[in-house]
Nanobody, 127 residues
């Protein structure tokens, strides 16, 4: 059974940094795309933030380009999201996900009903 467990969230002031981790257990095919998504407080939709495809290609939403970096440590079965220069609008619950259906830009719009998802970790950025 595949499980994804996020950690590393917390509260920081604007301009600060956090690194999120997502440990993947169980078998994930090497063709899967991995990604980070976030959902702001109730009423907002879940948006894709960063995608790492199986060929190493990365995709980011415009608002985090140059500030966030997605990476993977295969030896540790862990996906990371390094977040720098954090802004109050980055406040959200962050989820990691793995899917074999879509990749790249399309994976940013992955629906929660598809793929494997973690339980989320909260990131709060104060001004």
């Amino acid at each position: 059974q595949v499980q994804l467990v996020e950690s590393g969230g917390g509260s920081v002031q604007a301009g600060g940094s956090l690194r999120l981790s997502c440990v993947v257990s169980g078998y994930i095919d090497s063709t899967y795309s991995l990604g980070w998504y976030r959902q702001a407080p109730a009423g907002k939709w879940r948006e894709g933030v960063a995608i790492l495809d199986s060929d190493g290609t990365t995709t980011y939403i415009h608002s985090v380009k140059g500030r966030f970096a997605i990476s993977q440590d295969n030896a540790k079965n862990t996906l990371y999201l390094q977040m720098n220069s954090l802004k109050p609008e980055d406040t959200a619950t962050y989820y990691c996900a793995a899917n074999s259906i879509v990749a790249g830009q399309a994976a940013l719009s992955l629906e929660p009903d598809f793929g494997y998802w973690g339980q989320g970790t909260q990131v709060t950025v104060s001004s």
